[in-house]
Nanobody, 123 residues
């Protein structure tokens, strides 16, 4: 059964950094496009990063561009989200999921969701 386990979340001060991990089981991370999403309380789930099967990175939304970086380690079967210069508005539960491509980075197009990891940015 294909599934993800996210980790690396926590409490961080504004301006700080976190690296989230998304470890896959039941499939190889280079067989699918992998995206990171986030969902803040009362808000819709938003795609923040995507990496294709070939390793091409999709466009970042303006809210995280220049601060977030997605990557993948095939040997560890894990995808990562490096988050720098964190802001309070980055507070959310972060999820990873898979699709065939990074064409449309929206929840209806993705599957194999992990359980999420909480990121809280606060002083």
């Amino acid at each position: 059964q294909a599934q993800f386990v996210e980790s690396g979340g926590g409490l961080v001060q504004p301006g700080g950094s976190l690296r989230l991990s998304c470890e896959a089981s039941g499939f190889n991370v280079d067989e699918w496009a992998i995206a990171w999403f986030r969902q803040a309380p009362g808000k819709e789930r938003q795609g923040v990063a995507c990496i294709s099967r070939s390793g091409v990175i999709g466009p970042y939304p303006s809210s995280v561009k220049g601060r977030f970086t997605i990557s993948r380690d095939n040997a560890k079967n894990t995808a990562y989200l490096q988050m720098d210069s964190l802001k309070p508005e980055d507070t959310a539960v972060y999820y990873c999921a898979t699709d065939g491509a990074c064409r449309i980075i929206a929840p209806p197009y993705f599957s194999n969701w992990g359980q999420g990891t909480q990121v809280t940015v606060s002083s």
